[in-house]
């Protein structure tokens, strides 16, 4: 795991070898990624508050995902049963009974083991994967988060109010900064945070990626979670139609400035060694070739159709479309699917689409695409006893709804980290390979 000073020195060495105006280059890139957290406590168990937070956080999410779909195309263009949900919020007190709430309820999610006196608050990248940026000339370093689930660049401003002890942005000292008068940007989070700010173009560079006149948004006001010092930013790398900004994405600029022998990025996510290959893949990382999925949908998600999901070896739910996310953790798929495939599984309900099994005998989890068949570790789907001593384990599949439309599904790392997965800018497509 890599701390934060030490991903800002990585980054400081990158300023020190890239020229800002400098295109393309002799190959891919890689850039090393660091993980603060996961939905596991040290002592084995579940960490049921971290997961409550983390499912209004991707509600959140999504739900400016899809209000940006609606500005930029129109959400009914999107899919059949897309729609933007209410915001997602934490409850104001702890559920009475694990039995209070249905199987298919949307309602944000409650663990009865909170403590009433316990923090609300959602830290946006507590489970993010982070690596090294510069921004400006000369290059100003920030340590972001790379997010294929949203399409903005922000980073925290000099001027920002609540920013703590983030590094910030000052465009008074980049000679190629220019404001892009009239235009802002804000996300609301589900805590009442809020971050908002001036949207600039300046030169952006990447592990010696370079571009210039890259649009994104310093962060000039930040409240609530998002004011606490543990994050400079986001790199969204999903399609320009989520942009709130309404432009292009880095990595997008990046393939039509040529500052990329290809558009493809990949990732490898893992507890250590995870990395992010910028302008190809690296084929030290996985085996065999890569599987490609064309992508379903036009409206700027990463998704694909034809999925199928299996339960101990038997097609569970067919004909999914899915959405792969590496900034969220969990998988998400529609309540009923969900519920079906735990009561398959022997699988107890617990409250607000989360289920648990027997600790000793963790089911079997597998998706397709159309194509081979991709396990989910026992590792990566057991996320440990809901509570010391309990034989009874969390799953990391919900049953939530996010609004992204019928039968769509939401896989983020707890599916990512089984696999080597390939993002074609080039062929509109996604796909994944054995890890080696």
């Known amino acids: 795991m890599f701390c934060k000073a030490s991903l800002v020195a990585v980054a400081l060495a990158l300023i020190a070898t890239a020229n800002p105006v400098m295109k393309g280059g002799p190959g891919p890139v890689r850039i090393p990624l660091g993980k603060r957290s996961s939905l596991t406590r040290p002592d084995g168990t579940a960490d049921l508050d971290a997961a409550m937070r983390e499912t209004v956080r991707v509600q959140n999410k999504h739900r400016a995902n899809l209000m940006a779909i609606d500005r930029n195309i129109g959400i009914s263009n999107y899919q059949p049963g897309a729609h933007v949900p209410p915001l997602a919020t934490m409850p104001p007190s702890p559920s009475a009974s694990l039995h209070d709430r249905s199987p298919f309820g949307n309602e944000s999610f409650v663990w009865i083991r909170r403590q009433a006196d316990e923090s609300l608050t959602t830290p946006e990248n507590e489970n993010a994967w982070t690596g090294p940026i510069g921004i400006g000339t000369p290059l100003q370093a920030f340590t972001i988060d790379f997010d294929t689930g949203s399409s903005d660049l922000w980073v925290s401003a000099a001027s920002c109010q609540g920013c703590g002890g983030k590094h910030a942005y000052d465009p008074n000292k980049s000679s190629s900064s220019e404001a892009q008068n009239g235009q802002q940007f804000q996300e609301e989070y589900g805590d009442g945070s809020t971050v908002s700010g001036a949207v600039y173009t300046d030169d952006v560079s990447v592990a010696g990626v370079n571009v210039t006149g890259q649009y994104f948004a310093a962060i000039d006001q930040a409240s609530g979670s998002v004011s606490t010092p543990q994050m400079d930013g986001i790199m969204g790398m999903a399609w320009p139609a989520l942009s709130n900004i309404g432009q292009n994405p880095f990595f997008f600029t990046a393939v039509q400035e040529k500052a990329v022998p290809e558009g493809v990025f990949g990732f490898k996510l893992a507890s250590s060694g995870s990395t992010l290959t910028l302008g190809g893949t690296d084929s030290s990382l996985y085996s065999g070739s890569i599987e490609y999925y064309s992508l379903s949908s036009s409206a700027g998600y990463w998704q694909v159709g034809d999925m199928t999901a299996y339960v101990n070896g038997a097609a569970a739910a067919q004909q999914q479309e899915t959405v792969f996310d590496t900034g969220t953790t969990l998988m998400y798929g529609p309540p009923l699917q969900v519920s079906q495939m735990y009561t398959a599984m022997g699988a ?61 599904w939401l896989l983020g790392d707890a599916f990512l980290k089984n696999v080597y997965s390939a993002w074609n800018v080039d062929q509109s497509s996604v796909g994944f390979a054995a890890l080696a």
């Open 348 to 408: 107890t309900y617990i409250e607000q689409g989360f289920w648990a099994f027997d600790c000793d005998s963790v089911p079997s989890l597998a998706f397709s695409f159309g194509g081979s068949t991709w396990n989910v570790s026992a590792d990566a789907f057991n996320l440990g006893p809901v509570e010391p001593g309990s034989s009874q384990c969390a799953g990391a599949l919900v049953g939530q709804n996010m609004g992204m439309g019928f039968n769509t």
